[in-house]
């Protein structure tokens, strides 16, 4: 495992999961939002169409690294680099439950450095409600077509026991179920 994407719902873990991930491998971690966002006279705003294609082909341009966040739009390109594609298939009502034990623990703090963001709006919530119904798919379409190792994740459970036995390569590919 060189270049890891990991990928799913907000709320699912990714940013615990990728940080774990790296410090356990020894790679860099990327926080797509980290680079997404930019600040502008004290408000987060999103960075262009233009100017985040542009920064992400950067970001996915090492040879190592372990990248997490979602970003449709770019996630093709991610693919094709990743050599292993961890996806965080979780309940929804595990994703909202992490959301907001994120914003407890942090006290409504961010810390960008560490890929922590605990904004929490409407349509974020909306977007992580419908991410099941109107998402997954689309994402495990991407996935079918992936070349690397596929490894996905149900349960909070199957994090901690994918980090205590299976990074270091024994982690089979999971099958893809809907």
């Known amino acids: 495992m060189q270049r890891v994407a990991v990928v ?3 709320g699912s873990g990714k940013t615990t999961l990728a940080n774990e991930l790296g410090a356990r491998l020894g790679l860099p971690v990327i926080h797509i939002d980290s680079h997404y966002w930019r600040w502008v ?3 987060r705003v999103e960075a262009t169409a233009e100017e985040w294609t542009d920064r992400h082909r950067y970001l996915i341009a090492d040879d190592a690294w372990v990248i997490e966040g979602m970003k449709f739009g770019v996630l093709d390109e991610r ?3 990743a050599d292993t594609v ?3 298939d979780l309940p ?3 994703c909202i439950s992490g ?4 914003w407890i623990r942090y006290l409504g703090r961010d810390h960008p450095e560490r890929g922590i963001y605990t904004s929490i709006n409407w349509e974020f919530l909306r977007w992580v409600w419908s991410f099941r119904r109107k998402q997954r798919q689309l994402l495990l379409d991407k996935l079918r077509n992936f070349s690397g190792k596929t490894i996905v994740l149900r349960r909070r459970g199957d994090v901690r026991r994918f980090l205590d036995t299976g990074i270091r390569g024994s982690a089979r ?5 809907h």
């Open 79 to 81: 693919l094709d680099r």
């Open 86 to 88: 961890v996806y965080l």
């Open 8 to 10: 799913g719902c907000g």
């Open 41 to 43: 006279e004290g408000k």
């Open 173 to 177: 590919n999971t099958a893809i179920r």
């Open 92 to 94: 929804t009502s595990s």
């Open 99 to 102: 959301i907001m034990l994120r």
